[in-house]
């Protein structure tokens, strides 16, 4: 499997000096070219930084402070792009990589028709194309994620939640970027228009062939949709496998623990009940193992030591997938 984003010990911090948050350390992450790689955790793990930081679109004050972002183009060298400059950068979004932010159907322009906002995207990147050429690229854009084309000179508040959801995804598509990044772009929704949504991007990624970062609390689509997932706690990766075989055979406790938390998976819903206590103040982060203090399988080392991320001992199950657990020492640490 060729990967097309890799990132490589990312580092993003809230503030600078003292004061600083790590809010993601040390992530190593690799998305392989056409598959839907989930990434879960609670809130507050960096989910989003990681997404932000990734692709440089982090609010202030977040600063990455280390680490590399290797994107491979589908002709040409591949390149970090956290050394792009401003203009680079300009022609790397929404073309190689785009983003679905949470809460993104409320990001809409409330004054401005469908075709206007479709339309800014197409033209902002290929500004040589005709209008009439402009609106059927929109017109074909919005029948992709299956909404009918007269919805074109609607304006926001005049789509269901669903719908403007999906013309969000329309407009991260429509440059027909390698990746697509997308932060929880259902929650908001019900359950069953989630499930619906989630499977029209695999099915849309089967035909146009893009790759997928897939964030969410919810593990049960991660399970159901996800080629593969990562799960993430206080700022870093705890473990990665086939969605299969985590769901089958999670190996560190917190992914056990959050596994056993959703309702469709594994009997009644009990919240985190999987998991006494809440996740760590990345202010004063216990040391070792962040998890260690929740996690009911600490021993001696994980109070003092951060367990590193690799591949597990054979044992337990070694091969394509990673875990930090001194349950499963690894002896070939990631990086
Ligand atoms: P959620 O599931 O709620 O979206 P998340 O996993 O996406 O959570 P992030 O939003 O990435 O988590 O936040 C990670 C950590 O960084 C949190 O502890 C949060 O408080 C902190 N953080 C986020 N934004 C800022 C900010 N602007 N300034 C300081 N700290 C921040
Ligand atoms: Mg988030």
Redesign the pocket.
Known sequence: REPVLEIRNLNVD??LGDDA?H??REVHLTLHRGEVLGLA????????????GATRLL????VIAGGQVVYHPRDGEPFDVLALTPRQLRAFRWAETSIVF?GAMNSLNPVHKISAQLTDVIRAHTPGMSRPAQVARARELLGLVGIAADRLEAYPHQLSGGMRQRVMIAMALALEPQVVIM??PTTALDVVMQRQILRQIVQLRERLGFSVLF?T?DLSLLVEFSDRIAI?YG?RIVEEAPAAALYRDSLHPYSHGLLNSFPALRGAKRELSGIPGS?P??RAMPRGCSFHPRCPKAFEPCGTHVPPLGPPPAADGAGNRTVACWLHPTTAPVG
């Open positions: 809230y503030g948050v809010a993601v955790g609670e809130s507050g793990s960096g989910k989003s930084t990681l997404a932000y609010p202030p004050p977040g949470q932060d929880e964030i609390h993430m700022g996740p103040d990345l």
